[in-house]
């Protein structure tokens, strides 16, 4: 699914600025959708404070376009065995299923329901939330401790990924 997001990142920023391909020059590959966006408007010069409201509008547009890409030409799949793990993890009392992603949160909710799994994530952090990954997943971490009445140690917790 990085093709989708990488082709509706091009787009939401073709459409806000007038500039194809931006993201061309830009890697994004295990980075956050935050950084990767800033990255694009600095390689491009284009001078616009990333503050909340524009990574709203940006991540927005970006969002529209990825549903209708999911949709259509890119469909992600899912590995066999991996819903069953997710429902049976998901109904457990002793784990909590939580995303912590580069993608901003609307971008991986529109993937995640692409692909039926959205439901079973309680929570996340997101690359629009944060400015490094270390820091995501500490996010995360702490929320879970502070919603869950539970301590997670890292000898407690699994991180798999999407990213190869």
Same mark, same amino acid.
């Given at each position: 699914?990085?093709? @989708?997001?990488?082709a509706a990142m091009d787009l939401a920023f073709?459409?806000?600025f007038n500039v194809s391909n931006a993201f061309s020059k830009v890697n994004m590959s295990g980075r956050?959708?935050? =950084?990767?966006?800033?990255?694009?408007? @600095?390689?491009?010069?284009?001078q616009v404070e990333l503050d &909340? !409201?524009? &990574?709203?509008r940006f991540f927005e547009e970006y969002q529209g376009?990825?549903?209708?890409?999911?949709?259509?030409?890119?469909?992600g799949i899912i590995y066999p065995g991996i819903r069953d793990i997710l429902k049976k993890t998901s109904n457990s009392s002793q784990m909590v299923n939580?995303?912590? !992603?580069?993608?901003?949160?609307?971008?991986?909710? @529109?993937k995640l329901e692409s692909l039926d799994i959205h439901g079973y994530f309680?929570?996340?952090?997101?690359?629009?939330?944060? =400015?490094q990954r270390g820091e995501l997943i500490k996010g995360v971490i702490k929320y879970a401790n502070e919603c869950?009445?539970?301590?997670?140690?890292?000898?407690?917790?699994? =991180?798999?990924?999407? !990213?190869i």
């Amino acid at each position: 699914m990085n093709r @989708a997001g990488r082709a509706a990142m091009d787009l939401a920023f073709e459409k806000m600025f007038n500039v194809s391909n931006a993201f061309s020059k830009v890697n994004m590959s295990g980075r956050l959708d935050k =950084v990767i966006l800033g990255d694009a408007l @600095a390689y491009h010069e284009i001078q616009v404070e990333l503050d &909340q !409201t524009f &990574q709203d509008r940006f991540f927005e547009e970006y969002q529209g376009i990825l549903k209708k890409l999911l949709g259509s030409e890119y469909k992600g799949i899912i590995y066999p065995g991996i819903r069953d793990i997710l429902k049976k993890t998901s109904n457990s009392s002793q784990m909590v299923n939580a995303i912590g !992603t580069g993608n901003c949160r609307l971008g991986a909710l @529109a993937k995640l329901e692409s692909l039926d799994i959205h439901g079973y994530f309680k929570f996340g952090g997101y690359g629009d939330d944060y =400015v490094q990954r270390g820091e995501l997943i500490k996010g995360v971490i702490k929320y879970a401790n502070e919603c869950c009445g539970m301590i997670f140690n890292k000898e407690n917790i699994y =991180v798999i990924g999407d !990213t190869i």
